[in-house]
């Protein structure tokens, strides 16, 4: 899997073809890593913003009638849907990470737990379509979206296991791995998301998605109530975002939520950019490493972008020594890594920088470093900018309630998008 912006970019125009009415016919299918050609498989490269949502929808409704391609610029927006819902409501992800710990920490106590733990994450359940998905999730960092669904789900309601170790699992695992998508669909399909609805896999169901490859039927549970309700959670006002002055020293920091700085920032008229430098992985907020596919991937991902933004702006992009984003750092959370911090802040400092221009840290393993950073850079006169795309600005205030509602202004975002050059 090439980790750059090419690379998704060669993808995204292959599946061009593909993304209108034929996707929607042919995209729940399941079958097998060989046969793909139904789905983009873009996931990758848009989480990290290689490839970002409103250049994907632009392609595509270049390319076919917007009815012929509603519901793939629909499933691009899902993406944008939750991570809106995620901002608006970071007690999901606190609670998920907490969740995480307690029941890791009950792995250590209870043995039966912790066997049926380890039988579902290395595939010896001797449910064949389980165990063939739990290969694939760990050999290629990758599910197709059904197989996440019936995994979520026959992982909570048939091996009955906590769903924030299966969470847990996709996330360090999964290529594409975001805290939003991630954590709320878990929560949907248990049914803590939309209250009371959950996900049940049906053996029927995923016979014919699979196209017969497995039929596990009498061996899922496909009559287990929801999930117990958890407490409300919270919900707090959007950030404002932040704008950078023009005219000071600026020091570009390009993170793993948003990897195309030049759509970003290179086109603002009189920022003084003297120095750039790539946030190392931040972790997954787990109390285990990440897959090795994920980790290779986003690494590249780092390089690639540091790279651009070379090339774009003639800097040199500072991703070694103290930033070297090879360097494992400690299970995050919602920590904030403090060797990382007092790095970055060393950094700024070097290159007499005024301000420290950033994408904005979406809820996720991300935000507590920029949550300390900004403090830790003040107490040197130093700003930290957060920027956010219009994109985001534009759509997430929409995306406090349920989807549904969002998925009536998509129409209104993408003709805003095409209008206002909403890639920036
Ligand atoms: C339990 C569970 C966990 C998931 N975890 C993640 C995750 O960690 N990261 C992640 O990116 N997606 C996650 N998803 C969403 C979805 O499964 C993947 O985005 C999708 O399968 C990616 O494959 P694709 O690129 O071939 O999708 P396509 O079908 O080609 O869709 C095009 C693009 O739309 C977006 N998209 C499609 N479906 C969804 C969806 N349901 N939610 C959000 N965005 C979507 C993706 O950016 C995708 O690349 C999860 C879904 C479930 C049910």
Redesign the pocket.
């Known amino acids: 899997m090439g980790a750059t912006r090419t690379e998704g970019l060669a993808r995204l125009h292959a599946?061009l073809p593909h993304a209108g009415r034929d996707?929607a016919a042919r995209?729940n299918h399941d079958h097998g890593p060989q046969v793909?050609g139904n789905?983009?498989?873009?996931?990758?490269?848009?989480?990290h913003r290689l490839v970002t949502?409103p250049e994907?929808a632009a392609a595509v409704l270049a390319r076919h009638a917007p009815s012929a391609c509603a519901k793939?610029v629909q499933?691009?927006c899902?993406?944008t849907?939750?991570k809106g819902w995620l901002e608006q409501h970071p007690d999901a992800w606190t609670r998920y990470c907490a969740g995480v710990d307690a029941q890791a920490a009950r792995l250590h106590r209870e043995a039966a737990l912790a066997d049926r733990y380890s039988q579902a994450v290395e595939g010896r359940t001797g449910l064949a379509c389980f165990d063939a998905w739990a290969a694939e999730l760990v050999a290629t960092g990758?599910?197709?979206?059904h197989a996440?669904?019936w995994?979520?789900s026959i992982w909570i309601f048939t091996l009955k296991l906590p769903w924030e170790l299966g969470?847990d699992w996709?996330?360090r695992h999964?290529a594409?791995?975001?805290?939003a998508?991630?954590t709320l669909?878990?929560r949907?399909?248990g049914g803590l998301q939309t209250r009371g609805k959950h996900y049940l896999a049906r053996a029927e169901n995923i016979a014919e998605y699979t196209g017969g490859r497995f039929d596990p039927r009498g061996d899922l549970d496909e009559k287990a109530p929801p999930l117990p309700p958890d407490a409300p959670v919270d919900s707090r006002p959007l950030r404002s975002p932040s704008s950078p002055l023009p005219g000071v020293r600026s020091g570009l920091l390009t993170t793993l939520d948003d990897l195309h700085p030049e759509s970003a920032f290179a086109a603002m008229p009189g920022i003084e950019w003297v120095a750039a430098a790539v946030a190392p992985e931040s972790g997954t907020g787990s109390p285990w490493p990440a897959g090795p596919v994920a980790l290779a991937f986003r690494a590249a991902a780092l390089a690639d972008a540091g790279w651009r933004w070379g090339a774009a702006t003639g800097l040199a992009v500072d991703a070694g020594g103290a930033l070297d984003p090879d360097t494992e750092v400690a299970p995050s959370g919602n920590r904030a890594p403090a060797d990382t911090v007092a790095a970055v802040v060393d950094w700024a400092r070097a290159r007499d920088l005024r301000q420290v221009v950033a994408p904005h840290a979406c809820v996720g393993p991300t935000r507590p470093l920029l949550d300390a950073l900004g403090p830790a850079l003040a107490a040197h006169g130093i700003v930290l900018v957060q920027w956010q795309r219009r994109w985001d600005a534009a759509a997430w205030p929409h995306a406090s309630r349920g989807f549904f509602h969002f998925r009536d202004r998509i129409g209104q975002l993408t003709a805003d998008c095409a209008a206002m050059n909403l890639s920036a």
Do not use: Q
């Not at 789905?39 to 989480?47: E, F």
């Not at 990758?142 to 979206?145: G, I, P, Q, R």
């Open positions: 599946f996707y995209r793909r789905v983009s498989g873009l996931s990758p490269w848009i989480r949502e994907v793939f499933e691009v899902w993406r849907y939750w990758y599910l197709h979206n996440r669904m995994m979520a969470a996709f996330l999964l594409d791995g975001d805290p998508s991630n669909s878990w949907w399909v």
